[in-house]
């Protein structure tokens, strides 16, 4: 089955950490460049951060410095490890390949 399949998300209080995890099946995950989105309520959506097949990443400047995107290929999952969170950071957060989309998972950050 063709999807992507996020974990990790939940409550914190601001300046903790999450870890998010999305796990993909069905594609040829290491060829494939990954990103992070969110969407906040009543917000536009929103690229977090972006993983090329060799590794290369970006960041929205908004999380610059705060947050890191991985993958294990061996494991088809690509991973958003959050620090330094900050209310603003509450939003459903999507994993994509720009073509398959995640359901998402939620992130609220309590101030």
């Known amino acids: 089955q063709v999807q992507l399949v996020e974990s990790g998300g939940g409550l914190v209080q601001a300046g903790g950490s999450l870890r998010l995890s999305c796990a993909a099946s069905?594609?040829?995950?290491?060829?494939?460049?990954m990103a992070w989105y969110r969407q906040a309520p009543g917000k536009q959506l929103e690229l977090v951060a972006r993983i090329t097949s060799g590794g290369s990443t970006s960041y929205a400047d908004f999380v610059k410095g705060r947050f890191t995107i991985s993958r294990d290929n061996a494991k088809n999952t690509v991973y958003l490890q959050m620090n330094s969170l900050k209310p603003e950071d509450t939003a459903v957060y999507r994993c994509?390949?720009?073509?398959?989309w995640g359901q998402g998972t939620q992130v609220t950050v309590s101030s």
């Open positions: 994509s390949t720009q073509i398959l």
């Open positions: 069905g594609i040829i995950f290491s060829r494939n460049t």
